[in-house]
């Protein structure tokens, strides 16, 4: 029995839904911890594109208990819609449970967040606009709505009084917008509560009951660890704690209840939105990359911005997390190319740095040191064992596992479930990787 945390090890869109999907075979119950509708998950199964942004990938298992966490915040009008994606394509959708107590994003979320982005103009975070910064804002000020609150009109009514009040005066008198109706958004949230209320359920409970069962138990984090709004490239950062010991807060666990904390990477590294990325690349190659990756955002379709590996913020990544292990991804996309980079250290203001800066001026001067390694120039698509791969792709994975100084356990060459390689299964599996210097 094994529990244990995936987090993304860049900045987001690592492929950790492929990878939790992977894993959740293994699980008895899979918890999103944190993070909202910002989210994005790309699931191919038997060729069928199912993407997610609240609903664990494990729901794709009948026997799997998927949990949405207290430190989650969710839009009941987009998880209806998952909902009903998944039940038209035949998806068992029982084992959904969410917890009473994780906030709600509103509707004055939303257009608030859409406002705050377009008014700061050329200073703009690069938010999706679907309302998470200022639900998680409310749910600090302790003004938030809570799942709890949709199943019961007088309380909701109680709730909404004051922060409805609030949002109306900034949404007209601050960015010149109509306010909302009251009774409108009671109305349309109560029924949503409706719809939702089967799968309500007390959060710790739920996780602390499986844990006494000696379930094993895979908590998932969103975004990537540096989006994390207090260890990421802040202000360019999401608003939660994507990295593990955010697990424990979202989901309500002490850490002696984590037993491994695995980290997705992809054999590239992208980034989405605004913010400094040293080793972004440009022209045709940036283009080749994004192509071939598909790099493309599930949320907004946002065409993602693609550079080299990072070591240097993987390293960071892995004390941050406390990796154990890590899943490569997407290693097919570098397939055609004749050589690959890889950044190793900074150079900052001419001083060569090994650690990542935490001040965000000072990482937007860092400029790349590059070791160049030979590519392989032949397709790993239909590899399924790690001696099929081409001795430079092994080697590559070798000199990444090396350089963030943890093992690799997982290789994914595809979208699809079988276009992966499994060194060790980091559920059932002893606590060690195969696949190291």
């Known amino acids: 029995m094994a529990n244990v945390v995936v987090i993304g090890a860049q900045w987001g869109d690592e492929g950790k839904g492929k990878i939790t999907d992977l894993l959740s075979r293994s699980a008895d119950v899979v918890v999103r911890y944190q993070g909202g509708v910002n989210a994005g998950h790309t699931i191919v199964v038997d060729g069928q594109v199912l993407k997610l942004h609240l609903i664990p990938s494990g729901i794709l298992y009948p026997e799997t208990i998927c949990l949405i966490g207290s430190g989650t915040v969710i839009d009941p009008k987009v998880m209806l819609k998952e909902l009903d994606m998944l039940q038209a394509n035949g998806i068992d959708i029982s084992g959904l449970k969410l917890a009473s107590t994780a906030h709600v994003t509103m509707p004055y979320h939303r257009l608030l967040d859409e406002a705050m982005e377009a008014q700061r103009g050329d200073r703009r975070i690069g938010t999706t606009g679907r309302g998470i910064g200022p639900t998680y804002a409310d749910k600090a000020q302790r003004n938030g709505i809570r799942v709890l609150d949709l199943l019961d009109a007088q309380r909701l009514k109680e709730r909404l009084i004051e922060p409805l009040e609030d949002k109306n005066l900034l949404l007209q008198k601050i960015y010149n917008q109509p306010p909302l109706d009251p009774n409108q958004v009671i109305e349309e949230y109560l029924s949503y509560g409706k719809r939702?209320?089967?799968?309500?359920?007390?959060?710790?409970?739920?996780?602390?009951?499986?844990?006494?069962?000696?379930?094993?138990?895979?908590?998932?984090?969103?975004?990537?660890?540096?989006?994390?709004?207090?260890?990421?490239?802040?202000?360019?950062?999401?608003?939660?704690?994507?990295?593990?010991?955010?697990?424990?807060?979202?989901?309500?666990?002490?850490?002696?209840?984590?037993?491994?904390?695995?980290?997705?990477?992809?054999?590239?590294?992208?980034?989405?939105?605004?913010?400094?990325?040293?080793?972004?690349?440009?022209?045709?190659?940036?283009?080749?990359?994004?192509?071939?990756?598909?790099?493309?955002?599930?949320?907004?379709?946002?065409?993602?911005?693609?550079?080299?590996?990072?070591?240097?913020?993987?390293?960071?990544?892995?004390?941050?997390?406390?990796?154990?292990?890590?899943?490569?991804?997407?290693?097919?996309?570098?397939?055609?190319?004749?050589?690959?980079?890889?950044?190793?250290?900074?150079?900052?203001?001419?001083?060569?740095?090994?650690?990542?800066?935490?001040?965000?001026?000072?990482?937007?001067?860092?400029?790349?040191?590059?070791?160049?390694?030979?590519?392989?120039?032949?397709?790993?698509?239909?590899?399924?064992?790690?001696?099929?791969?081409?001795?430079?792709?092994?080697a590559y994975l070798r000199f990444l596992a090396d350089l963030m100084e943890v093992p690799i356990a997982i290789v994914s060459l595809g979208a699809s479930r079988d276009q992966t390689i499994v060194v060790e299964d980091p559920i059932h599996g002893p606590k060690r990787a195969l696949l190291s210097a």
């Open 196 to 394: 939702l209320a089967p799968h309500v359920v007390d959060c710790t409970q739920t996780i602390h009951q499986a844990a006494r069962n000696r379930k094993n138990i895979l908590f998932e984090g969103a975004q990537g660890t540096l989006l994390d709004l207090d260890h990421g490239t802040y202000p360019f950062v999401t608003s939660s704690n994507p990295v593990s010991g955010g697990a424990c807060i979202g989901a309500g666990v002490g850490p002696t209840l984590i037993d491994r904390v695995i980290g997705v990477a992809k054999a590239y590294t992208t980034r989405v939105g605004e913010g400094p990325f040293p080793t972004e690349l440009e022209g045709s190659l940036n283009d080749q990359l994004c192509d071939r990756g598909g790099e493309f955002g599930t949320t907004t379709g946002r065409r993602r911005r693609c550079g080299w590996f990072d070591g240097v913020i993987g390293r960071y990544a892995v004390e941050v997390n406390g990796l154990d292990c890590l899943a490569i991804t997407k290693l097919d996309v570098l397939d055609e190319l004749d050589e690959i980079q890889v950044c190793v250290a900074y150079k900052l203001d001419g001083e060569v740095i090994e650690h990542f800066p935490s001040n965000a001026e000072d990482f937007a001067r860092c400029e790349p040191i590059y070791k160049t390694l030979p590519g392989w120039q032949c397709s790993t698509e239909d590899c399924r064992k790690l001696e099929e791969l081409p001795a430079t792709a092994m």
